[in-house]
């Protein structure tokens, strides 16, 4: 399952590099799964993740639970559009992982909030994946 995980998260890593958009707002780090301090702003972090199998009788599969979060110093507006952005470049996911076939890629729910703590804004985006 952790393969899986880890090609997922390297083919979404890999799409938001290839994108100008998505380059333009956040530099060449992309998305990344460490800690935000001290980091530049806008940023999208892969936080939660959960697998779980989804083995059939046939073929071995993980269900790909995962949330992004985008963080934006600026306003929740930004925050929302890389996550609309993301969304966006997501599309094509299925050409891009090694080793595994991405069978399903859906978006679940967004929930944006301001992180007072932080002083940021962040749009939290939650993803099933399912992977054979």
């Given at each position: 399952?952790t393969?899986?995980?880890?090609?997922?998260?390297?083919?979404?890593q890999q799409?938001?590099?290839?994108?100008?958009?998505?380059?333009?707002?956040?530099?060449?780090?992309?998305?990344?799964?460490?800690?935000?301090?001290?980091?530049?702003?806008?940023?999208?972090?892969?936080?939660t993740?959960?697998?779980?199998?989804?083995?059939?009788?046939?073929s071995?599969?993980?269900?790909?639970?995962?949330?992004?979060?985008?963080?934006?110093?600026?306003?929740?507006?930004?925050?929302?559009?890389l996550?609309?952005?993301?969304?966006?470049?997501a599309?094509?996911?299925?050409?891009?992982?090694?080793?595994?076939?991405?069978?399903?890629?859906?978006?679940?729910?967004?929930?944006?909030?301001?992180?007072?703590?932080?002083?940021?804004?962040?749009a939290?985006?939650?993803?099933?994946?399912?992977?054979?």
């Amino acid at each position: 399952m952790t393969n899986a995980v880890n090609a997922l998260a390297i083919a979404l890593q890999q799409a938001v590099k290839a994108d100008a958009v998505l380059v333009a707002q956040l530099g060449t780090d992309g998305v990344t799964d460490r800690a935000l301090r001290p980091q530049r702003f806008p940023a999208l972090v892969l936080s939660t993740v959960e697998a779980r199998d989804y083995s059939t009788g046939e073929s071995e599969g993980t269900e790909i639970l995962l949330v992004l979060e985008a963080w934006s110093a600026k306003s929740r507006r930004e925050a929302e559009e890389l996550v609309a952005d993301v969304r966006r470049v997501a599309e094509g996911l299925s050409d891009g992982l090694s080793g595994f076939r991405l069978v399903n890629f859906s978006h679940r729910r967004t929930i944006s909030r301001r992180d007072v703590k932080a002083g940021l804004f962040v749009a939290e985006a939650r993803f099933r994946a399912v992977v054979e």
